[in-house]
């Protein structure tokens, strides 16, 4: 059985109050999820259509944060941003200093409830790509998510913030929405000639014009 054929994604949504009712999760069929991150099966994820996660989005968004897809730390455990460089879940926690923030692998659900309460939403601008790695100059054959959608989803949505250039060369088409358009600086840790100072100032920057602070 290949990579894919083994991971059961069970699919959870979002109540349209903001409450949050399930959340995806991965079954790994008897697979390692360290040996998973440690050394993925590049030999087959490069012959395979790796899928994208469902958004993180809620009636009370107001800023959608769009990624470009999620590498394979966040595809394995099923997790937005689950590398342990990856810095968005710390600058936004520097962002909300007064509301502790436990960044581990078991307290998903509780920070993707804590991104909803401050209207805050996370997705991707690919919905399905082919890639061996995690790099986002190996993505190829990409599939655009629906951003149309989110307008229904998110009535109250009031920008779209894209996290990294490759996110960003999709500005065109988030811009169709008629909502302000932010670039802001990747979290990657690929994004090495960025301190993590830099990236807090530019975040928080854009968070402050979308009127969360």
Known sequence: MNF????????????ASGSLLVFPRAILGGLDPIQMLNDPPN???SAQRLLGLPPIVSGNTRLLVLGSFPGAASLARQQYYAHPQNH????LQAIWPASP???SVDSYEKRSNWLLDRGLGVWDVYASCEREGSLDAAIRQAEVNDFASLIRRCPQLRGVAHNGGESFRHAKFTAT????????????PANASWSFERKLTAWREVVAAAGLL
């Open 4 to 15: 894919l054929a083994k991971l059961s994604v069970r699919w959870r949504t979002l109540g």
């Open 43 to 45: 030999d087959e994820i």
């Open 88 to 91: 968005f879940w710390k600058i």
């Open 101 to 103: 923030l436990e960044i």
């Open 177 to 188: 929405l008629g909502l302000p358009v932010y670039k802001l600086p990747s979290t990657s």
